[in-house]
Nanobody, 121 residues
Framework: VQLQASGGGLVQAGGSLRLSCVASGSIFSINAMGWYRQAPGKERELVAV?????????KYADSVKGRITISRDYGKNTVYLQMNSLKPEDTAVYYC??????????????WGQGTLVTVSS
C-alpha cells in the first residue's frame, strides 16, 4: 500500500491551498483517512480526520476549525484537505494517513511521504 500526497507549496498569509493524498496498492477497504502535520522542532499533530461511511464523520484540531475542511473520494481512495485563511503557524510538513484493510486481510496504518506547506507573513 502506498500513499502519495501532493499540493503543498508556498503561499502568503490569508491564502489557500488544497492538498490531495491518493492511496493505492492491495487495498480491500479504507476506514479512516486523515492529515497530520509536523512543524520544525515540534511533534507531529492531528489536523483533521474523516471516517468511512456515508458522509463520513470528521474531527478537526481546534487550531484549524473553520479554516480547513477534510473530504474524501471513496471511489478514488483519495483524501483532500482544503486549507483557507492560512496563517504562518500553519507552516509544516503535512502527512496523510490511512487505516487500511489489505486484500490479504491485514489491517494497518499507512503514511504518505509528506508535503511541505509554507505560509509567509
Amino acid at each position: 500500500v502506498q500513499l502519495q500526497a501532493s499540493g503543498g507549496g508556498l503561499v502568503q498569509a490569508g491564502g489557500s491551498l488544497r492538498l490531495s493524498c491518493v492511496a493505492s496498492g492491495s487495498i480491500f477497504s479504507i476506514n479512516a483517512m486523515g492529515w497530520y502535520r509536523q512543524a520544525p522542532g515540534k511533534e507531529r499533530e492531528l489536523v483533521a480526520v474523516i471516517t468511512s461511511g456515508s458522509g463520513g464523520s470528521t474531527k478537526y484540531a481546534d487550531s484549524v476549525k473553520g479554516r480547513i475542511t477534510i473530504s474524501r473520494d471513496y471511489g478514488k481512495n483519495t483524501v483532500y484537505l482544503q486549507m483557507n485563511s492560512l496563517k504562518p503557524e500553519d507552516t509544516a510538513v503535512y502527512y496523510c494517513k490511512a487505516e487500511v484493510l489489505t486484500t490479504d486481510w491485514r489491517r494497518g496504518d499507512y503514511w504518505g511521504q509528506g508535503t511541505l506547506v509554507t505560509v509567509s507573513s
